[in-house]
């Protein structure tokens, strides 16, 4: 072959030794980065992965940390919600220590209110200033805003989670299944040591209730109207109140649990029956039939018994079976955490429209996921801790606070005292106790079942993304340095074969002697 026009051997050593070049630029490159895939065509798939991947782990990465902020927040919180809990049980001993009336003088009782007072205003002020970066925690600021309430049906919403995923405000629907009842009890008249309009006879009855035992002696030719006003004398010792049967002073005594629900009860019991005696018939219905508006012992759902606990409240809350606890009922799902004390009438009249109301803001979210989506973001409310909003008791038809308890309120000391019942004042200290405790116990298993095993979670999807990740884009060294000396050897040995194939074309001089 002795052309000169096409050197077909040069033109081949050029082309692969530009590929050896190329194949050398790409080792470099690797080596020099440490990653397998630098641009998208080393790997178009690859490279796609891997950045969704990367997206994965930077969304995970961010979730870790809005855990961490959430606990600082809730650690903080809970701290406070500490000092309220000794303050309350400060305040509760002081009750307890001024209803020992007989051992303690007005100086002592005056000294012991001025202590109430610093308690309840050192309430209020943790309320007020507990803060976390700027975010107030216990002053409400926190607490979900409700609109259009109720309150001749529904006496306290208390909202402790609701999801606005998708809307402005979530509203929220009432209805009442089955009634809320208390143990009840019927006397009737003209039987046993009763006749026709009260005692034939003198008797012991023992009333027992949710709050204690205690026995009522009465004498013969006592009247049904003596036996009620004797058992509601005592109304705070036994936890029972009584009335005439259908209002009528001949017609017999109904014995009433307290309070609605399961966990109160009424027993009436003849004691110290004398031999020849017998006991006074006492009926309960046999269900938990709610009482007529006009009773007859001629019911058959009655049946002779000498104890009777009440029901509680069977209600749907937005379609949902609730929790019910006396007049409370409660639900707890990931759109809607609520606690709701319903209004007596409301309570008990399955046949009432359902209660709604909204709400329309407030609350606290925690965006604990690598997606933003209800079903990785929690939702918690913390009501305020002020004394006015704290131990919510209905009393009288009247929802109390803490704040009565304060010089001049309803419940200080020396109205107990004129009252000579300090049953009151104690019922609103537990239940404001059992407001922060239980704040503090929801926010405990926030922070524990919630918080920790979503860090522990995440934190290992962290580590799975990132090896995940590392095969499809990391380079490995081993491999690349391999490719790298094979690469310099063809650039060598393309660079030597390219210089012989244009020596070959210079043969041609020869012949032209």
Do not use: W
Not at 1 to 16: K, L
Not at 80 to 99: R, T
Not at 226 to 232: G, K, L, Q, S
């Amino acid at each position: 072959m002795a052309r000169i026009n096409s050197n077909t051997p040069s033109m081949v050593a050029q082309f692969n030794l530009a590929r050896s070049n190329d194949n050398l630029q790409v080792r470099l490159n690797r080596l020099a980065t440490g990653l397998r895939i630098n641009r998208g065509g080393d790997d178009p798939a690859g490279l796609i992965i891997s950045e969704r991947i990367g997206t994965d782990i930077n969304g995970v990465e961010q979730a870790i940390k809005n855990g961490d902020r959430a606990s600082s927040v809730i650690s903080t919180t809970e701290a406070s919600l500490a000092e309220v809990n000794e303050l309350l049980n400060s305040i509760k001993a002081l009750v307890v220590e001024a209803a020992n009336t007989g051992g303690n003088s007005k100086e002592e009782r005056d000294a012991n209110q001025l202590q109430i007072d610093s308690a309840i205003q050192s309430i209020t002020r943790i309320s007020n200033t507990a803060t976390f970066g700027g975010l107030n925690l216990l002053d409400g600021s926190l607490d979900y805003v409700t609109s259009g309430v109720n309150s001749s049906q529904i006496s306290k919403a208390q909202i402790s989670g609701a999801s606005f995923i998708g809307t402005t405000q979530l509203q929220v629907e009432v209805d009442v299944l089955n009634s809320a009842q208390k143990g009840a009890l019927f006397m009737e008249p003209g039987v046993g040591p009763l006749s026709a309009n009260g005692t034939t006879s003198s008797l012991t009855l023992q009333i027992g209730g949710s709050r204690g035992i205690l026995e009522i002696d009465l004498t013969s030719g006592q009247s049904f109207q003596n036996i009620v006003d004797a058992v509601n004398q005592r109304t705070s010792l036994t936890g029972v109140t009584a009335s005439l049967v259908n209002g009528n002073p001949n017609s017999g005594v109904v014995f009433n649990a307290e309070n609605y629900g399961s966990s109160s009860f009424v027993s009436v019991e003849r004691v110290n029956t004398p031999a020849g005696e017998s006991q006074p018939n006492l009926y309960k219905f046999s269900s938990d039939e709610a009482l007529n508006a006009t009773f007859a012992f001629t019911d058959p759902g009655l049946v002779i018994a000498n104890r009777d606990s009440g029901r509680d409240v069977i209600a749907l809350v937005n379609g949902a079976l609730a929790n019910g606890d006396g007049l409370t009922i409660s639900t707890n799902s990931p759109i809607l955490s609520s606690r709701i004390t319903l209004a007596e009438s409301f309570a008990i009249d399955p046949t009432l429209t359902s209660s709604t109301f909204e709400i329309i803001g407030g609350g606290s979210m925690f965006q604990l996921g690598p997606e933003v989506s209800a079903l990785q973001q929690e939702n918690i409310g913390v009501q305020s801790m002020s004394a006015s909003k704290l131990g919510g008791t209905l009393s009288n038809g009247v929802m109390q606070f803490l704040s009565s308890l304060q010089s001049g309120g309803i419940n200080d000391l020396e109205s107990n005292l004129q009252r000579n019942d300090f049953s009151t004042a104690s019922d609103i200290i537990d239940a404001a106790i059992d407001d922060v405790t239980i704040l503090r116990g929801r926010l405990g298993a926030f922070e524990r079942n919630v918080l920790d095993t979503n860090r522990r979670s995440l934190q290992a999807a962290v580590e799975n993304l990132s090896a995940s990740r590392s095969v499809i884009r990391d380079a490995d060294f081993a491999v690349e340095t391999s490719e790298l000396t094979r690469a310099q050897i063809l650039q060598s040995s393309g660079t030597t074969v390219l210089s012989l194939a244009n020596q070959q074309a210079q043969s041609v001089l020869q012949l032209l002697g």
